[in-house]
């Protein structure tokens, strides 16, 4: 073996220009896995982290699963009206039937950490003359800490006092930026009928999502079921699981069980999923492209050294090398290019993606700012591309090692084969 090792070695420097290309070839998709997928991965994780951090994993919600039939057929056999021309959506399905019984049986079954109601709805957040439309969020701050950990977002006042108020307002750090609002400051909530609440600012916060943190007001249960005219009602269940990779089978179960429609984080943000899903199809397929290209230079410089080397190897054959020798010296020489070519890409591949992450770039995304661009450093994808590589490189030379294992001395000296 030792001998096989060497007259690789040795071959592979005689034709170290060709070696050299294969080698480059292989260097250049190694690289180009790592980086773009150390980048892809930066975004992804960046992406859920701050989904299964600032919004629930699992979400009762307030549609029914089955619908209410139409207004004449349930006053079927009572002469109410003979048509109705135009029946309005009844608004008392806005609503979730029986929170508090709904709520402790989510809150018990096993593997479900926390549970938290709450009521949403649109309003106006007013302050010296100026107005915001926001998104206002009643909740119980105790309970829906347990599910959001709302505590660790607040930039500035106190959770404590929040929790412990009626009538405390959070906001979002946009949105107190827009309206000049400090805490302590005194605001008014204007509900979709008119209703008017005062609300002492007692904090903001910050889940460094735009979106959010633009237009997000929160306020106790109580207070948000006042201004937005809903007493007494919860639209909305947040719930927390030990397993937020198994939020799907959580809302599936939760849906049977109340009979009301259940959102896993997955199928809330399906649609980026889906773009991920797409974009890694789309990268496998080019780093493969580079890859089998790389492949292909391997091929043309084994291929080159069966033509070239056909008397060394008929020398080799009558000397006592067996096949298995020759088809394990081209096989070597395949894998060592390949090996080569992935220390190097691995090496560029890991300093790109350094010199990436310094790149200054103000984001502004649906999931989150970033100062630089972010990327995920993942080890197992120099494995992944050393043992991509590999493959690559043996599939590469099997048929010129197959090629060159069949040469018998006796036909090259009778110059069958040249």
Known sequence: MRVVAFLALRQLWERRVLSLIAILAVTLGVTTLIAMRGIQLGYRNKFLQTITRVTPQVAITDKELTTEPPLLARHLGDFVAAHVAHEAKDDRQSRIKRPTEILHAARSLEGVRAAAPSVSGSALLTYAGQELPCELRGIEPLAQDDVTAIRDYI?????????QSRDGVLLGTGAAQKLGVKVGDTVVLVGPRSVRALGKVMGTFSFAVQSIDDSRVMVPLKMGQTVLSRPDIVSRIEVRIDDAETANIYAERMQRLFGIEVESWQKANASFLGVFAVQDIVTAFIIASILVVGGFGILAVQIMMVLQKTRDVA???????????????????????ALIGAAIGSFFGHELLTAVSHITLKTNTAYGTADTMLVDDDPRMYLYGALFALVIGLLASAIPAVRGSRIEPVDVLRGMVT
């Open 315 to 337: 020398l080799l054959r009558a000397t006592g090398f067996r096949r298995g020798d020759i088809l394990g010296l081209f096989l070597l020489q395949g894998a060592i290019v």
């Open 155 to 163: 930039v500035d006042g106190t959770w404590t006092e929040f929790a």
